[in-house]
């Protein structure tokens, strides 16, 4: 190779290693990125077996509920809210008593599950027990709106009457695309993280079967 007076190579020999370098690391960095462990790593799910199975018992997508608890707590076992709200799934005691009791009304399932656990007042900050009761809670909003999941996770914040008068005087439509209606700018925030939340994790991990619905998992082998 020939080198100047000074004996030094041509500069754009240097430059051209450079830019080698640099494209590999890129093509590295890019390769990296794309694959699903990065962004697993990037969004992990704490507590996906207590998920898993509290939404299944539920019967409620285990991905939605994993966004409800990322919203409320970013899988923080000790959270409490200045109101008073407890644990993963950041639920009022009231509540949580409410949903327990219907499903202690259950002879199986659920119900056993929930008989087993102690009946003292730090039960509700239990993984187990928080995210069974939460889910529990989740679906029947879905319920009471009708399947309307948008509805539900605005009540789930906001609470079902709020919503429901929402809905009925026309203020909001229900749609996720309209939360810009929803008066509340609490409620508006957490209706849009809890669903931009759930697109990501769908896209992360809807393709693996644990993470599918109950019933979207029976249909497929069935």
Known sequence: MERDSQGRRPRFI????????????????????????????????HYQKNIQQAAASANVDPLLIASVIRVESKFHTQDVSHAGAVGLMQLMPQTAEWIAEMIRNQKTGSGA??????????????PEYNILIGSWYVKSLIQQFQGNEVAAIAAYNAGPRRVSTWLKGGVWNGKLDDIDEIPVGETRHFVDRVFYNYELYRKIYGRDPAWKPVSTANSTTS
């Not at 599950?113 to 239990?126: F, G, I, T, W």
């Open 14 to 45: 240097v430059l051209n290693r450079r830019s080698m370098i640099a494209a590999i690391l890129l093509i590295a960095v890019l390769i990296v990125i794309s694959t699903n462990a990065f962004w697993r790593m990037m969004y992990p799910i």
């Open 113 to 126: 599950a929930v008989n087993r656990l102690p009946k003292d007042a730090k039960k509700l900050a239990s």
